[in-house]
């Protein structure tokens, strides 16, 4: 969260480049990219002196910053992340300056041991809000009656395709695409366009990818192959994979920086973010004019991340605020060049990087959280046999 470091946070966590990260699927890096440790914005808070109720944002005015006070006086929220979660240095001031309520954001590891350890503590909860369950774990944390239902007006600003939950539990807060990438002057033949192309002998022993058991980018590859060849082909895929020299990693970091050209290896194609190729030209040294990685979009699986009001929590009004902050355009404009993720408001403003060189699948592979949840296990299973033998 601290301004000036975070060009540093990223280029350790461009160890997604996880918005996008997700992170998540029992991942090392989340939905979005890895950014590095998450810090902490706590004072001292005053929770015996009642105030007015909470200003509701009008949908007419569906950007307004929510001002105001809670009825609950002026607690401190808890928020849980995962370990990449990060935002400018003072931004939740601002939220605290226009309602009196203080933050407090506590890292619990990647996506999947957030979500896990919110429902081992679901009783006694450690935590008002949580920010990172995405959509491979989305149906876990609905299952396990996680979350508070709540309807923030600012939902008119998201597109419904992001809002995956009709009851409201959770609150779209930004999304990526987990894509396979390649660097354009290392390849040895065309350009790739399609997932066969990564089977293609001229390509033996380009492609790397990560672990979907450890990795959210590896799962969400994964869930791509399932998506595009069903339970019927998905295995011959991998299959095919395994015979064109592919090499596996436990995680994200451990695959763009190490294995593929970009970290000094011999590799040229690997599974990371539609977010990679605008990184890459932000943080360039020296700098460049163009991308020098490019995506196969026809490998993207878009991942979703959410935040929701956790059950138990002393303050549902403060937490509602909350949700309304993080949802506004103020707060969603710092997400990009933080996490390297794009805002779920459609209203926020996009950074001139993102702009220029970011693009995103005209049709990603989406499976529905609830077909995730039920064979999650056995697909990773599978998988183990066929890859790793």
Known sequence: MKKNTRIARILTAILALSLIAAACGGSDDTAELEIGSASTETTTANTDEPTAAPVQVSADEPDAPVIGFADEGCPTLTLATYDSFVVSEGLFKIFTDDTCIEVEQVAAGDAGQLVSSSILTKDNPTADVMFGIDNTFLQRGLDADLFLPYESALLASVDSVLQLDPEFRVTPMDYSDVCVNYWIDALPGAVPTTLDDLVDPVNEGQFVTENPETSSPGFAFLLATIAAYGEDGWEDYWRAL??????????????????????????????????????????????????????????????????GILAGTEFPSSSQQLIDFMLSAEFQEDIPLNMFVY?????????????????????????????????????????TEIVLG
Not at 294 to 304: A, E, K, M, P
Not at 345 to 362: H, T
Request: aromatic share 12%; with cysteine; proline share 10%.
């Open 343 to 383: 805002p779920a408001n459609g209203n926020a403003e996009l950074p001139p990087e993102f702009v220029e060189y970011g693009v995103l699948a005209d049709n990603p592979a989406t499976l529905e959280p609830s077909e995730i949840e039920a064979n999650r296990q056995d697909w990773i299973e599978r998988w």
């Open 242 to 307: 395994v015979d064109n020299g592919l090499a596996v990693t436990p995680g994200w970091s451990e695959a763009y920086y190490g294995e593929f050209i970009a970290g000094g290896g011999d590799r040229s194609i690997v599974t990371s973010y539609a977010s990679s190729p605008p990184a890459e030209v932000i943080f360039a040294d020296p700098p460049v004019d163009s991308a020098p990685s490019g995506v196969l979009f026809d490998s993207c699986f878009r991942q979703v991340e959410f935040a």
